[in-house]
Nanobody
Framework: QVQLVESGGDLVHPGGSLRLSCAAK????????TRWYRQAPGKERELVAS???????DVSTSVKGRFTISRDNNRNTVDLQMDSLKPEDTAVYFC????????WGQGTQVTVSS
């Protein structure tokens, strides 16, 4: 059984930083595309960042230059480094992976507020 567990969400002031981590049991991230999504209240789920099997990364325009996705194959984790956070980054952040993107974590809350 595959299990994804996100961690690292917190309350942070605008301009601050957070590092989210997604750990997997029963699946190896290096064999699939892994993505971070977020969902703010009343809004649709939004793709934030992706890391491909070959290590190539991609981030959405809204977070480009501020967020970085990375993968640690030894620890089997995928992290999302978030810098220069803005109030509009407030959302629940989800990790997603799988051969067909079928695995989701439970989400971790990020709140950016003064």
């Amino acid at each position: 059984q595959v299990q994804l567990v996100e961690s690292g969400g917190d309350l942070v002031h605008p301009g601050g930083s957070l590092r989210l981590s997604c750990a997997a049991k029963g699946f190896f991230f290096r064999f699939a595309i892994t993505r971070w999504y977020r969902q703010a209240p009343g809004k649709e789920r939004e793709l934030v960042a992706s890391i491909f099997r070959n290590g190539r990364t991609d981030v959405s325009t809204s977070v480009k230059g501020r967020f970085t996705i990375s993968r640690d194959n030894n620890r089997n984790t995928v992290d999302l480094q978030m810098d220069s956070l803005k109030p509009e980054d407030t959302a629940v952040y989800f990790c997603n992976t799988g051969n067909d993107g079928e695995y989701w974590g439970q989400g971790t809350q990020v709140t950016v507020s003064s």
